[in-house]
């Protein structure tokens, strides 16, 4: 007997805002399609104020799950049924998957950054130090990861002193690694033994390309790695400015394909096809 025939799709998306330059669409689709999936990837602008009945929403139309972005993810915890004990204690959510008729949190923003560290630049960060600019869901995510992954140091640098402190806090509660804050300063030197610079924040974002993380550029050296989270350009003004001082640079395509792969198979029980995931967005980025 054939099966009977469906034009329903399983939905999924992101909540952000904004979110319109948001190109995980992109690589979602064609991931669906390469597998053949009845799934659908939508980009979903939700404001601060509307989150919770964001949440409501999703528990009504029977979404398998969303991704979270700027910035609902550490706003989100208090509205699932469940939350995965690293996402906890990050205190930041960015994939939302169902299991029944439960809302379950997980992140897999620093998943995805520690496999485009390794696969795609080539290092591990045992026994590093690391520089990281932010202290929002991306840089908790990073940073526990990190720590959890056995790096050496990390130095957090915030333009708000409490959060930034209170990254610090967290990462010294929860894990074994030395930990610091620094304040953000004008034309803020990166440390001679640093051996990782990350720009966490949304500084360079579309469509404020042109901006770049204010530092002293001149204190990036040759062979310093530089990572960018941004997706959107990936080729930000702050790569483009440490790779002509000789850093090696890692943008945030890596980080969005890793990090989406988990969350594919979250959703759909299935490995993501990252090649074809990686293949979409260099299309997509190379007729923009």
Known sequence: MSNPISYRQELTGVFGYPVDEN??????????????????YLNMKVRP????????????????????????KCAVLEHLDEVADDARI??????????????????????????????DAGLDPAGKKFLILGAGGAARAITVELALAGAREIIVVNRDASRG???????????????????????LAVPDDCD???????IGLYPQIDERPPLDYASIRQGLVVCDVIPNPPRTRF?????????????????LVYQGAIAFKLWTGKDAPVAVMKAALAKEFASA
């Open 23 to 40: 190109p995980t669409v992109v690589m979602m689709k064609a991931a669906f399609e390469a597998l053949d999936l009845p799934w659908c």
């Open 49 to 72: 104020e509307a989150l919770a009945a964001g949440i409501e929403g999703l528990r009504a139309m029977g979404f398998q799950g969303v991704n979270l972005t700027i910035p609902h």
């Open 90 to 119: 990050m205190g930041a959510v960015n994939t939302v998957y169902r299991r029944q008729d439960r809302l379950i949190g997980a992140n897999t923003d620093g998943k995805g950054f520690l496999r485009a560290l390794g696969d």
């Open 196 to 202: 990782v610079l990350v720009n966490a924040t949304s």
């Open 239 to 255: 790569l483009e400015a440490a790779a002509a001082r000789g850093a090696v640079t890692l943008d945030g395509l890596g980080m």
């Open 165 to 187: 402190r209170e990254l610090v806090a967290l990462l010294q509660a929860n894990t074994k690694v030395r930990t610091s804050y620094q304040a953000w300063v004008e034309n």
